[in-house]
């Protein structure tokens, strides 16, 4: 059975500080994704990545996969608050059905 | 753009009622999906469909039906609903490029079960 962690679930920090958010997965899977949801909203695809080493970026995040280790990080550079949002990866099983990890809820302070 | 629609933003019913949550795609997808989320679970997959008139288990379909009655729309069914049903039910679609599948979310229904 897939199972997906996610840690922190819960990050406050300040503007223009940087930090990780990490995705732990217990078994082999060929595609994770990470979502943004903003409160009373519903959930919007930020990254897929695919293979392993596979790092995409945009605006100041970026979104990295290690499948040895099991492993995807969403980095956040100079945070600002409106990258408040909660964020979910999601890892796809063989029968290509998504497990989500419970969530990290970002609070971004002025 | 993709638009994922459901009927309802926020629903209040009682215990033991049939409760019935629609779902509409209008980008002619093959797979549809409902999950509950619930704070700190992340989301869970109820039921999906890969086809009208076709459906699969999702890990806690328990309490669940659903119907697919055109590709268009996914509908899931509460039959006898309970309090530990009270949550947030968000429907999804998705098309299959390769191996790039892209999840597209509705804004969600918040069940409330009294």
């Known amino acids: 059975e897939l199972k997906v962690e996610q840690n922190p679930l819960f990050l406050s920090m300040q503007e223009g500080k940087n930090y990780t958010i990490y995705c732990n997965y217990s078994?082999?899977?060929?595609?994770l994704y990470w979502y943004r949801q903003d409160p009373g909203k519903s959930l919007e695809s930020l990254f897929v990545l695919l293979s392993n080493g596979a790092v995409k970026q945009e605006g100041r995040l970026m979104a990295s996969l290690d499948t040895k280790a099991r492993l995807s990080t969403l980095h956040i550079t100079a945070a600002v608050h409106d990258l408040s949002a909660t964020y979910f990866c999601a890892v796809a099983n063989a029968g290509n059905m998504l497990t989500f990890g419970g969530g990290t809820r970002l609070m971004v302070k002025p | 753009d993709v638009k994922v629609t459901q009927s309802s933003r926020y629903l209040v019913k009682r215990t033991g009622e049939k409760v019935f949550l629609e779902c509409v795609q209008d980008?002619?997808?093959?797979?549809m999906f409902w999950y509950r989320q619930d704070p700190g679970l992340g989301l869970r997959l109820i039921y999906f469909?890969?086809?009208?008139?076709?459906?699969e288990k999702g890990d806690i379909p328990e309490g669940y039906s659903v119907s697919r009655e055109k590709k268009e729309r996914f509908s899931l069914i509460l039959e006898s609903a309970s309090t530990n049903q009270t949550s947030m039910y968000l429907c999804?679609?998705?098309?299959?490029?390769?191996?790039?599948?892209?999840?597209?979310f509705g804004s969600g229904t918040q069940l409330s079960v009294l």
């Open positions: 999804a679609s998705s098309y299959l490029t390769g191996t790039n599948e892209k999840l597209f």
């Open positions: 980008m002619d997808h093959e797979n």
């Open positions: 469909s890969y086809d009208v008139k076709m459906k």
């Open positions: 078994t082999t899977s060929d595609r």
